[in-house]
């Protein structure tokens, strides 16, 4: 039984160090970066202004009311750019359009790739009022959580097998 009880301390010891090495910008704190929205404004009185939601892996997510003058890139900036796992490769848009009078709205999304600006219109910086601007995950911090996924799984396996080891002897 003492055997039980120093493998499990052990075990369970080993088990918090996993979860210990997970850093911030991990999947366990990656859900939190967009789980409080705030509404922030940004223009000088009597400026006309549009309303826009800033979305997804940025340091200050929400609605913003700006400027008219203002463009995705200075927006971006406002909202404090990126998180260390956004990617500006891969800045989604999604913005309501109609095709004609009297028809009805149609939902359009485009991605703009921000890492190459010299390849990027100053047409598609253009804002307008009820954008919803986006910043997708990096590639590789989902391969990362995948990894640290997989180190605990592991860490939990050994462990159960060890416990089982030690109650069969």
Known sequence: MKKLIVALALSTGFALSAVAQVDQSSLLSATSVSMT???YYYAR???LTIVVNVLGFVQRPGRYEISSTIDLINLLSLAGGPTPDGSMNDVKITRLVT???GQRYERKEFRLNLEQLTKVSSAELVLQPGDIIEVERTSWSVVRDVFTIFGF???LTST???IISITRR
């Open 37 to 39: 929205t705030s509404n």
């Open 45 to 47: 009185p009597n400026e």
């Open 99 to 101: 095709p004609g009078p």
């Open 153 to 155: 799984v592991a860490v």
């Open 160 to 162: 159960t097998a060890a």
